[in-house]
C-alpha cells in the first residue's frame, strides 16, 4: 500500500508537467472558428477581421468554417460536439446565443451546460434600411404609411429569432404597426432582396449597407443604439422617434464545455490582443463595431441577462419557432 501511494506521489507533479508542456506549445495545428452566419454579414465580417490577427499572433492559421442556418443552431451544434481541446471556436450573434434558448427549448444542446463563455467581441447598432421606391423617406412616414396600410408594408431580416428579427418585432409592438416580414436563412441574402426592391425595409448591421446609403442606393432612417453615429451624423436615433426604444446588437465567441482553462484564458487573451491591436480596433469601429473583449465570467452574466430581455419580447410579440 506505502508503494502504490509513493508511486501515485511521484506520478502526479510528472503528469502535470506534462500538461503544463502540452499547454505551453498549444497551438500545434490550425484552429477553427466556427461562425454560425453565412458569409457576407457583420458576425462573418468580424471573424475573418480576428482570425487574420490572432493567426499572426498564434503562429497557426485560424479558419473560419461558415455554418449558417436555423439561427446558428447548426454552427453550434458542431462546437457543443467537439473536442474541448481549444481547437475549435464559436463565434455567434445575440440572437444564437441569448435569444435561441427561449425560442428553441428543444434545441439538441444546452449553452449554459454544453459552452464556455470566452469573450463578448463587439457590440453594433442596426440601422433601419429603406428602398428609395418606398413612398417616404423618414421612419415618421413609414410608421404612418404602415398604419394607413396594415399588412402591406414588407420587410427582410436573418433567421427567426436572430435580432433584427426582434427589433423589428420591437418596433411594431412601440410604433403599433402591422407589416409583413419575410424571413432568410442569412443577412447578406436578406439584405441584396432589399437592394433588389423585393422587400422595402431591413434592420441590418451598419458595416453591410453604409457603402450602399453613401451610393444613394439605399435610405438609413434610423439607428438602434443609444445616439447617432459618428459616420451617419444625419441619422437620427431610434429613440429619438419612439423614447426607450434601444437595442445593440452583440456576436461573442464560446468553447465546447470542457476546454481546460489554460486554454480559454490563452485564447481569451489573444483574442483581447487582437481587438485592441491599433489597426484592428480603428477597422472595426469604421465599420460600426465597438469592441469589448470581456471576461468568460462577465461575458456569462451578460449572455444570461440578454436572454431573460429577449425572452419577454417573444413572448409579448407571441413569436415561434419555425
Keep these: 500500500m506505502r508503494l502504490r501511494c509513493k508511486i501515485l506521489f511521484l506520478l502526479v507533479p510528472a503528469l502535470a508537467v506534462g500538461a503544463a ?20 454579414g457583420g458576425n462573418d465580417l468580424v471573424g475573418r477581421i480576428l482570425a487574420i490577427k490572432v493567426s499572426e499572433s498564434l503562429g497557426q492559421q485560424v479558419v473560419v468554417d461558415n455554418r449558417g442556418g436555423a439561427n446558428g443552431i447548426i454552427g453550434m451544434g458542431l462546437v457543443a460536439k467537439a473536442a474541448p481541446d481549444g481547437y475549435t ?38 440601422v433601419v434600411y429603406l428602398h428609395p421606391s418606398f413612398p417616404g423617406k423618414t421612419l415618421g412616414e413609414l410608421i404612418s404609411y404602415a398604419k394607413a396600410n396594415p399588412g402591406k408594408v414588407t420587410w427582410s431580416s436573418s433567421g427567426n429569432g436572430g435580432l433584427p428579427h426582434l427589433t423589428g418585432a420591437l418596433l411594431n409592438l412601440t410604433a403599433n404597426i402591422n407589416t409583413r416580414r419575410i424571413p432568410y436563412k442569412g443577412s447578406a441574402p436578406a439584405f441584396n432582396d432589399l437592394l433588389g426592391g423585393r422587400v422595402q425595409y431591413c434592420i441590418e448591421a451598419v ?116
Design 207 to 322: 458595416s453591410i449597407g453604409l457603402q450602399h446609403v453613401k451610393a444613394g442606393r439605399l435610405l438609413a432612417l434610423a439607428v438602434t443604439g443609444p445616439a447617432r453615429l459618428p459616420i451617419l451624423p444625419d441619422v437620427p436615433a431610434l429613440k429619438e422617434i419612439l423614447p426607450g426604444v434601444e437595442v445593440l446588437n452583440w456576436y461573442g465567441m464560446m468553447l465546447p464545455a470542457g476546454t481546460p482553462p489554460e486554454l480559454v484564458t490563452r485564447l481569451h487573451a489573444e483574442t483581447h490582443k487582437a481587438m485592441n491591436a491599433p489597426e484592428i480596433h480603428a477597422k472595426l469601429v469604421g465599420y460600426g463595431f465597438t469592441p469589448i473583449g470581456s471576461t468568460p465570467k462577465e461575458f456569462a452574466a451578460f449572455r444570461k441577462s440578454e436572454e431573460v430581455r429577449w425572452a419577454r419580447v417573444i413572448k409579448e410579440s407571441d413569436i415561434r419557432s419555425e
Design 89 to 126: 471556436i464559436y463565434m455567434g450573434t445575440a440572437g444564437h446565443v441569448s435569444v435561441n434558448p427561449a425560442l428553441y427549448p428543444n434545441m439538441p444542446f444546452n449553452i449554459g451546460r454544453d459552452f464556455i463563455p470566452l469573450t463578448q467581441v463587439v457590440t453594433l447598432p442596426f
Design 21 to 40: 508542456a502540452a499547454q505551453s506549445t498549444f497551438p500545434t495545428k490550425p484552429i477553427r472558428l466556427v461562425i454560425g452566419s453565412p458569409p457576407g
